[in-house]
């Protein structure tokens, strides 16, 4: 494989006056014509923004958060110069039944090209969009080649093993921090990914790694340690002692106990710094 490269593509929801507001026809940009902005691009998604970064070396912390960081300011002067839209960086937005009504339909639909399971290689079923509630994603790409063949299944076989060491990782990490189950009800299950002619985009996690620098941090680091562990040949049994499929189960469940415990045993220092900082205390006053 070549060297790696790491992006990301999330979503946030707006709120006017403290209410949730859809984003339709807000800014420029779409899914086929993203609005280029120095260190990525953003567009509307649905009922909310989605923005995407360039891509960086996976090692290279400060610069994979530099281009996130770029493009979230440049996006929300944008938005706010539209009307003084905030963001709302959260896996969830709900909408009152009035107000969801007077969405354009094409706004509230779900599912783009699909995505895959990395335990069967099937395509995931695509979800049901008459929920009064729409998910925000914080997918993460992971790139390695160039023009590969999206179909071609030696392909899908390379991205399902890192995606189930992504879950292992990333996965975990984001069980701990996103504690809101109804995403998991459209999308965000365990495995799922999407194959890319340069890579992978792994789809598991939701927005709420954005929110800090330490939460970035550490999502990054765990990013490093799967790439790393692919690296070296390692699988989710020989990094965690747990069978891919235990993972799957704490993923899919919200098992934030045991995504702590085996969390703790890949990386202990910064797992013990960070479940004891202000920040996690503020935010999981109970653990």
Not at 120 to 149: C, K, M, S, Y
Request: glycine share 6%.
């Amino acid at each position: 494989m070549s060297e790696f490269t790491i992006g990301v593509d999330p979503e946030i929801f707006l709120t006017q006056g403290g209410k949730p507001v859809s984003a339709h026809g807000l800014i420029e940009g779409d899914k086929k014509n993203p609005y280029k902005v120095p260190s990525g691009a953003y567009q509307v998604d649905g009922t909310a923004v989605e923005f995407n970064t360039d891509p960086v070396a996976y090692n290279n912390f400060e610069e994979f958060n530099a281009k996130i960081v770029t493009v979230m300011k440049t996006l929300a002067s944008a938005v706010k110069e539209k009307g003084n839209y905030k963001f709302n960086i959260s896996p969830v937005q709900e909408y009152p039944q009035d107000y969801f009504d007077s969405i354009p339909l094409e706004a509230k639909e779900l599912g783009c090209d699909p995505d895959y399971c990395a335990y069967t290689l099937e395509q995931n079923p695509r979800p049901e969009g008459d929920r009064l509630f729409r998910t925000g994603a914080g997918h993460i790409h992971v790139g390695w080649g160039a023009d590969i063949p999206v179909e071609n299944r030696e392909h899908h076989e390379i991205c399902a093993s890192f995606v189930k060491m992504l879950d292992a990782t990333v996965g975990l990490f984001m069980t701990v921090i996103d504690r809101e189950p109804r995403r998991r009800e459209l999308y965000g299950k365990a495995r799922a990914y999407q194959a890319k002619p340069y890579g992978v985009e792994y789809r598991f996690p939701s927005n709420v790694w954005l929110k800090t620098r330490t939460r970035r941090q550490i999502t990054h680091k765990l990013l490093v340690k799967a790439i790393q562990s692919m690296k070296a040949g390692h699988t989710v049994e020989s990094l965690t002692r747990v069978s891919s499929e235990s993972i799957q189960s704490i993923l899919n469940t919200g098992d934030v106990t045991n995504a702590k415990f085996i969390l703790s045993a890949i990386d202990y220092m910064t797992m013990k710094n960070y479940f004891a900082s202000a920040e996690f205390k503020k935010d999981f006053p109970n653990g």
